[in-house]
């Protein structure tokens, strides 16, 4: 039986890759790891149906027999974990890769977030314009050392890893124009979205989206 994701039936980004839908089927791709979409409403998703799957009424969620997992970082932990492809053999390599993907959820992405909801919720605020630079200097806080700590390295610690999905998708958040202050994190992300397992979970979010658009 092949597992079953949710993911946007109307995606907001408009098949741009970001819905967190999209961390989940690249890790799929990856390992090789057939999987079958259920499509939600933003209705639906509020409802008991996927509430009892994901509390906080949202996407993506897993399941797989009688295993149910939500949050975007726990599923493709746990694909990692139960695939090869995305987890070094050793057992200090898979704990460095791991860190790494905590590292993109709760160092790095917080940030960027909210910058993301300042521009949505408060762009016509009096404080706005002061508030900004203020949360950009935050973020560049954390891609000063994510930089440095890359260096020229194609990948954050060898070969790639479940924490260099989690971190591409991560800096894929970011407004182009900060990201291209970063000459390796920019060319670090196009790394990433160059693999084939990348352009095929890529292909098939946007395929949904553009289903949506067509009516």
């Keep these: 039986m092949k597992p079953i994701i949710t993911a946007f039936e109307n995606s907001p980004d408009g098949g ?10 690249w890790a799929m791709e990856e390992v090789g790891l057939a999987y079958d979409v259920r499509l939600v409403s933003f209705k639906s998703m509020k409802q008991q149906a996927h509430t009892s799957r994901q509390p906080f009424g949202q996407i993506p969620t897993y399941e797989e027999g009688g295993i149910v997992i ?21 057992e200090p390599g898979q704990a460095r890769a791991m860190a790494w993907l905590f590292a993109a959820l709760n160092s790095i992405e917080p940030t960027i977030v909210e910058r993301e909801r300042v521009y949505f919720t408060e762009r016509d605020e009096s ?4 508030r900004l630079p203020f949360i950009d200097e935050q973020i560049r806080s954390r891609l000063d050392p994510l930089s440095a700590r890359l260096g020229d390295a194609d990948w954050l610690d060898g070969a790639f890893s479940v924490g260099d999905l989690m971190m591409v998708m991560v800096l894929r958040r970011l407004e182009p124009e900060m990201l291209a202050e970063y000459a390796n994190l920019s060319a670090y992300v196009a790394r990433g979205e160059r693999r084939p397992a990348y352009q095929r979970a890529f292909a098939a979010q946007k395929a949904v989206a553009d289903a949506a658009r067509a009516g």
């Excluded at 404080?127 to 002061?130: C, L, N, T």
């Design 16 to 25: 741009q890759g970001l819905a967190r839908d999209m961390r989940v089927r």
């Design 127 to 130: 404080w706005y314009r002061a």
């Design 70 to 90: 939500f949050e975007s970082g726990a599923i493709v932990l746990h694909i990692a974990q139960h695939h090869p492809g995305l987890l070094p053999a050793d």
